[in-house]
């Protein structure tokens, strides 16, 4: 006797950038159909998300700090002393347990930088080169080396061939350098050399002198890497005048750069002075950059460590933050945390027919309740299965 087809129906529901109501008909893990539907109150069906720039290595650690921030210096100080106490061990709890609460909330496709300050491989780089083949068929992690500019630009072939070898992404933390164009340039060698993709974190300040940002895009352009260089932060163009950021913005588009905004982190280390409230947030022109033919990410960063204390990588909670501080409109920019980000890793999370029933059921009347409303029960489907509940939501 042949098994029973295992089946559901999701019926009356809301698709983001699809008016009206739809049926889903899943059958054996698949979507076998989508239609319309005239029924009501099917709750909110969104595609898997994508993290883009997450930290791993650092993940987990605000419990061992005992004072906040001052600033972005401060933070880096702060987690280069905790440093000293990661372990094998430590790390892989830590990460492991981030990357069950990221599951758990919908992630498919992530990508986390790893601090990589010396020559050497640092541990947490073979720590989660483990856990990403564990984890595969579950979720698919990348691993981006960070460096500082001038370590990976003087010294840099040894840790691009460790990169290369374990499938990784290059990547370094530009900031304020002296001989920037050169040393950028060199960065890109060592990438060139070895088709090696790019993710820089750039200009995360608020001074309007910065132009790591300017670097990279001419570079891209000049050897015509569309499509392949990422840039997180850039929190300088926020306070550049905007007529150089519009005519840098336009290059940035033509070369075929992306941009992840990070709002959480950069919001809570920004202009921050103890006992004075914020006037400037660090959020980069994001609006622009998409009119301009940029695609832009938004991301988590930082999760409950020394540069961020909060966070539970969730990426909705996280988009909610970024929909109210960069006044999107919340349908228009879902695609900013899913298939975006999804398709710049070589993924496509979507809701397609005949495509995998991969997907989060939110019990929200379209993209503005969900905002409106972050408790609103919400469940994560896999292989047209919900998955056990980590946040109390019932079967729609």
């Given amino acids: 006797m042949d098994p029973v087809p ?6 009356g529901v809301r698709l983001p950038g699809r008016p009206g109501r739809w049926r889903l008909s899943l059958a054996n893990g698949r979507i076998r159909q989508i239609e319309r539907s005239t029924a009501e109150g099917g709750g909110l069906v969104l595609p898997l998300l994508a993290d883009i720039h997450v930290h791993l290595d650092k993940t987990l650690t605000c419990d061992r700090f005992h004072t906040r921030p001052a600033s972005l210096a401060d933070a880096i100080a702060m987690t280069a002393a905790d440093r000293e106490r990661w372990t094998d ?3 892989r709890d830590r990460a492991a347990r ?9 992630i498919a496709i992530m990508r986390s930088h790893v601090d990589w300050t010396v020559l050497a491989p640092p541990i947490a780089w073979s720590v989660l080169a483990e856990l990403r083949d564990a984890w595969d068929g ?3 992690l990348e691993l981006a080396s960070l460096s500082p500019l001038d370590l990976l630009a003087e010294t840099g072939e ?12 290059l990547g370094c933390f530009v900031h304020q350098n002296g001989d920037l164009s050169r040393k950028i340039a060199r960065v890109f060698d060592l990438a060139e050399a070895r088709d090696l993709s790019l993710d820089f974190h750039v200009d995360e300040c608020l001074e309007r002198d910065m132009a790591g940002f300017d670097g990279i895009v001419a570079e891209t352009a000049r050897r015509e890497m569309t499509g392949r260089v990422l840039v997180g932060h850039a929190c300088s163009l926020s306070v550049r005048p905007e007529s150089e950021v519009s005519d840098l913005l336009e290059q940035a588009g033509e070369a075929g750069i992306a941009m ?10 920004q202009d921050a002075s103890p006992g004075r409230t914020p006037r400037l947030r660090g959020l980069a022109p994001m609006h622009e950059a998409r009119s ?3 695609p832009v990410f938004i991301a988590s960063d930082n999760v409950r460590d020394g540069f961020y204390p909060h966070g539970d990588y969730d990426l909705l909670d996280v988009y909610r933050f970024a929909v109210l501080t960069g006044h999107l409109d919340a349908e228009d920019w879902i695609d900013s945390i899913a298939e975006s980000p999804a398709a710049w890793c070589g993924a496509r999370p ?7 029933a991969d997907f989060i059921w939110v019990d929200a009347d379209g993209m503005d309740d969900l905002i409106s409303r972050p408790r609103a029960a919400r469940q994560v489907w896999r292989d047209g299965r919900p998955l056990p509940s980590a946040t109390g939501s019932e079967r729609p």
């Fill in 158 to 169: 040894p840790i691009a061939r460790a990169v290369a070898r374990t499938n990784g992404v």
């Fill in 6 to 11: 295992d089946t559901a129906v999701l019926d």
């Fill in 138 to 140: 579950r979720m698919t």
């Fill in 350 to 356: 979507a809701l397609v027919e005949n495509g995998p």
């Fill in 292 to 294: 301009a033919g940029v």
């Fill in 98 to 106: 981030a990357l069950t609460r990221a599951h758990a909330n919908g």
């Fill in 89 to 91: 061990t430590d790390i």
């Fill in 260 to 269: 992840t905004i990070l709002p959480t982190t950069n919001a809570f280390l």
